[in-house]
């Protein structure tokens, strides 16, 4: 079973392009989907523990978390530490059930991968991108975003030209959606068929 890690900076249409693999049939599993359930889950509890007043009702407010990440950017690791550990469990069972339906290939959706130093649990890196003003204008066009915050969430990321050099595979989601499509389509086709035959 081959491992796809897909991965991108903010705004570079990572969540459509995940989308378009399950389209083809690749099940798909989300770090940023597993996170909202976790936050609404056995997460709660142990964030409101660390950071008070953030899940008093036993689902996090994400606002009211990212305020305090903002006013105290030392504390993602402190956040890291409880969530990245429950969402590693998630995958784990997720690939031990992909496994036993001997599925050809398997996608994870995650946006840390190069952050965390764990592109070793992926067999094949798969980068989203665009050009750095289309990203902009995407990530600028979100309800609540500011400069302030787009400039401290990059500052949290790989640069985008590292993570395409580090790439098996990039696509491009700047020239629209039948192009991102096509380029889906051909790294699905390619991974299906490693050894070129029958092309």
């Not at 597993?34 to 008093?56: C, N």
């Not at 989203?128 to 401290?152: D, L, N």
């Not at 395409?164 to 020239?175: K, N």
């Amino acid at each position: 079973m081959i491992i796809i890690g897909l991965t991108g900076s903010i705004g570079m249409g990572k969540s459509t392009t995940s989308d378009m693999f399950k389209s083809l049939g690749v099940p798909v599993i989300s770090a940023d989907e597993t996170v909202h359930q976790l936050y609404s889950a056995e997460a709660a509890p142990l964030i409101e523990a660390a950071f008070p007043g953030t899940a008093p009702d036993g689902v996090v407010n994400r606002e009211v978390l990212s305020e305090k990440l903002m006013a105290a950017p030392e504390e993602f690791k402190r956040l890291e530490a409880i969530i990245h550990p429950l969402v590693r469990a998630r995958e784990q069972s997720f690939l031990k059930q992909a496994a036993v339906r001997n599925e050809p290939m398997v996608l994870l959706d995650i946006p840390l991968l190069f952050e965390t130093g764990t592109t070793d649990r992926v067999d094949v890196i798969v980068v989203v991108s665009c050009a750095p003003e289309i990203q902009r204008q995407r990530v600028m066009a979100r309800p609540g975003m500011t400069t302030e915050k787009f400039e401290a969430i990059l500052s949290r990321q790989t640069p985008d030209a590292e993570k395409r050099a580090r790439a098996d595979y990039v696509i491009d989601t700047g020239q629209g959606l039948e192009a991102a499509q096509r380029q889906v389509a051909d790294i699905v086709a390619k991974l299906s068929n490693p050894t070129g035959k029958g092309e």
